[in-house]
Every structure is written in C-alpha cells, then in structure tokens.
C-alpha cells in the first residue's frame, strides 16, 4: 500500500510536471503572441504617432494659410475701403469739375456777348468815322469851292476898293 501509494505519488508528480510543462509551453508561446502582439501595437503606435505628427504640422500649415488667409482679407477690407474713399474723391472732383465747367460756359458766353457788343460798337464807330470822313471831303470840297470863288472875286473887290479910294 506505501508501494501503491508511493506510485501514485510518483505519478501524480510526473503528471504534475507534464501539466506544469504544458502550462509552461503554453504560456511560453502566449508570452510569445503577447510579445508579437506587442511588436505589433508598438508599431502601429509608431505609425499613430507619425500620423498624429503629420496631421499637427498639417493644422499648423493651415493655421498659417488661414493666418495669412485673414491678413489678406483684412488687406483687401482695407483696400477696398481706400477704393471707395477714391471713387467718392474722383466722384467728388468730377461734380466739382463739371461746375467748374457750367461756371467757365457761363463765363465763355457772357464774353460772347461782350464781344458781339463791343463788335456792334466798334461798327457803331466805325459808321461814325466814315460819316465824319464823308462830311470832312464835303467840307474840303465846300471850302476849296468858296476859296476858288473868293479868289476869282478877289481881283473884283481890289478893284471896287480902288476905285472907291480914288473917288474919295
């Protein structure tokens, strides 16, 4: 019975060392699949990683076009706000031309009017000088004609005026 005993004993350890032989193989190769699967998670961290980084510096690039994005907006608000100030200033200068303008045709026909009248005058002159010239030959021809006739009569009067000295 210590015999009986003693084999099961003995067989109860080998079993036990087959189990313990087992669990260990088996747990050598769970360690080993753990240990891949670990690899494998490491490196798909890596790649996670490496994505994650890829996709911060995307952010900070399109953080810095939508930085420079806003400073052109800004830029265009800015000229087009100075385009508008312009047009209403050349808006302004073109009104203020076009008065300018009607003003100077105001002047140009007021000075039309001054020079047709002062056209009229110098004709008026012009009438008044002729006619004056025409009464000057008149007079001229008048004065030779009573000087002509004075002188053919003079010889008569110093005759008459002898003649009446003597008698006296």
Request: glycine share 2%; aromatic share 0%.
């Amino acid at each position: 019975s210590e015999r009986l005993h003693s084999e099961q004993i003995s067989e109860m350890g080998r079993a036990y060392e087959t189990n313990v032989a087992s669990l260990g193989a088996d747990l050598s190769s769970e360690l080993a699949s753990l240990e891949s699967a670990l690899a494998e998670a490491q490196r798909s961290a890596a790649v996670a990683e490496s994505a994650v980084e890829n996709l911060r510096r995307e952010l900070a690039t399109q953080d810095e076009t939508l930085a420079a994005l806003e400073v052109d907006r800004s830029a265009q608000e800015v000229n087009a706000s100075a385009a508008t100030r312009d047009a209403a200033a050349a808006r302004d200068q073109a009104e203020d031309a076009m008065r300018r303008m009607s003003s100077l045709e105001d002047e140009l026909a007021a000075l039309k009017a001054q020079s047709a009248d002062a056209d009229a005058a110098v004709s008026a002159r012009d009438a008044t000088i002729d006619e004056l010239r025409v009464r000057v030959l008149a007079a001229e021809h008048a004065s030779d004609a009573e000087t002509a006739s004075s002188m053919s009569a003079l010889p008569l009067t110093i005759s008459r005026a002898e003649d009446a000295a003597n008698a006296d």
